[in-house]
């Protein structure tokens, strides 16, 4: 099968063209002086976000996407362009997304996440993964074979894609990952965009993502009005732990593979633990992601911590399920005390679990339950909504 990639590769294009040509000429002619009319008159502005930018036109969107991974800044640009209307000039090397988008193919649970808070699961033709999924509404899509699998984010079906052709795929940032590795899909007029999302720095800044989708579906002042209610909730939420007198000590994650992944101090997650009044022996380190160590460097930090966030697998995970896997972890404060905790409240019969999903989305919710875990005198009747405490 795989000696017919290129011939659907140039049939795709070529059809693409075509298409693109007639549909678009008589309004090519007319140049692009002649858009007069405002097409986005709601704009969003982007506080949090670090890692894209937005920037207006009368008809089109220019969309710069900042790579965190490399030495050098690696920018890749995007124009976003209202259909019926010309191309403008300039952006000869920049990929051109149609909008309001059509179709999407999303290769991360927190895709899945972006397009349900717009209300707009109905977009959705493809994931890297039909398996875990949250989210009823797509779900119920897959279960009407409406969605399509295109297979892991580092093992992309080419050929299915290139058949779909949707309107956008919306790739995972990785270290290691190059705009290049996507050529086939380009050249066949498949647009794919990179979300960096997971190496922002803050809560608000990771879901402030959801402002690039809404960009692409000409949703402005549906995400503004969502977002504003979002980050007014996250901010008084924060606001409550200010003034603590005790800041309880806390570790987080498990070992796995001989290696014990923990935030570093630039992370979002970090920035989860400061703003619900934690104590992070790691928040100093400089860097985004996950810091890699072993078994022995976390070992003498749990003994003292006086909560364990974020432990276990699966949302069945009990204390002997974990006590299982090492013997060690019985040494732990937090372990002999009880006060070990899990994001996994909301896992269904998939194994799927909603954190990843709505939780990237809706920060203000993850941040109540912390709260509710190390301070639970601030929120009295708050019940929490992702975490559950392990037994």
Known sequence: MRQWVPLLVVAAFTLGLLTQCSSTSSVAEQGEAAVKHDYFPEKVQIKHAKGFRITYRSHYKVVQIMSPFEKSTDTATYVLLQRGTPRPKGYENSQLIEIPLRSLVGMSSMHIGLVSFLDAEAILVGLGDLKYVSSEKVIARINEKKITQVGKDQTLNEETLVAMHPDLVMAVGQPNARMDRYQTLNAAGVPVLINSEWVETTPLGRAEWVKLLAALLNQEEQVNQRFAA???????????????????????????????????????MAQFFRDAGATYHWNATRATGSLPLNFEAVYPI????????????????????????????????????GQLYNYSKRTNARGSNDYWESGAVHPERVLGDLIKILHPELLPDYELYYYKQLQ
Do not use: C, H, M
Request: positive net charge.
């Open 302 to 337: 749990g003994l003292q911590a006086d909560y364990w966030l974020n432990v276990g697998i699966s949302g069945r995970d009990t204390k002997k399920d974990i006590l299982a896997r090492d013997a060690r972890y019985g040494d732990f404060k937090a372990f002999k005390t």
């Open 230 to 268: 979002v980050e007014k909730e996250y901010n008084r939420l924060k606001s409550l732990t200010r003034s603590v007198k005790t800041r309880p000590s806390i570790i987080t994650g498990t070992s796995y593979k001989d290696s014990w992944f923990v935030p570093n101090g630039n992370s979002y």
